[in-house]
């Protein structure tokens, strides 16, 4: 079972309000993923980092911004919420030379 | 690019039976894995089996085995003894190695009592 940790599960708040999704794991895994899935839609990757200091984007573009200060700890920021960026925010994990990605149990937000 | 396609929006199957979903992908790799994912109405997603793609051996997991057809770049989950807790989305996804995971659309399960 996979130790990754998402927080908060739940969040509603206000437009023009910055926010932080926090996600954090605990298996030492070099590589972090932030996936939105809108509800009953497929996942798409929005940003992606494959050790300290690394980031990308991903597949779907997003006004969302990340950063990999240490290895477990991989946050992303809307510096200003708009009701489009509401959806499910799901983090995951892997470990080089592995291929399976360890998920996180989701942030839903909701912006009013 | 690379492209997973479920066919199956929803299926749903009585307890204790046994059901099949679809998934058909398309790449031009030869290395190549797939996995079935689980959203139950949590939300969290949970890998259910995976497959290498240079086994011929097709994977199993208790309950769940899967039909990977590499040529006709197919690769189905079969659910035995289907139990309520089963009642979920199933995603099928698929990765080369060293690249990102790509999603399909879904298939909503539901176990009928």
């Known amino acids: 079972e996979a130790d990754i940790y998402q927080t908060p599960r739940y969040l509603v708040i206000g437009t023009g309000k910055k926010i932080t999704l926090e996600c954090s794991q605990t298996m030492g895994h070099d590589k972090m993923y932030w996936y939105q899935q809108d509800p009953g839609m497929e996942l798409h990757l929005i940003h992606y980092s494959y050790g300290v200091n690394s980031t990308e984007k991903g597949d779907l573009s997003s006004e969302s911004t990340v950063s990999r200060i240490r290895t477990e700890h991989f946050p992303l920021t809307l510096e200003s919420a708009r009701p489009s960026h509401t959806s499910q925010y799901l983090c995951a994990s892997s470990t080089t030379g592995a291929d399976t990605q360890y998920f996180g149990p989701g942030t839903r937000l909701t912006v009013l | 690019a690379q492209t997973v396609t479920q066919s199956q929006p929803e299926m749903s199957v009585q307890e204790a039976e046994t059901v099949t979903l679809s998934c058909t992908y398309d790449t031009s790799e030869n290395n190549y894995y797939l996995f079935w994912y689980k959203q139950p109405p949590s939300r969290q997603m949970i890998l259910v089996i995976r497959?290498?793609?240079?086994?011929?051996q097709n994977a199993t997991e208790n309950r769940f085995s899967v039909n990977f057809q590499k040529a006709a770049k197919s690769f189905s989950l079969k659910i035995s003894d289907s139990q309520l807790g089963d009642t979920a989305m199933y995603f099928c996804a698929f990765m080369t190695s060293g690249s990102r995971l790509t999603f399909g659309e879904g298939t909503q399960l539901t176990v009928n009592p």
């Open positions: 497959q290498e793609a240079y086994k011929q």
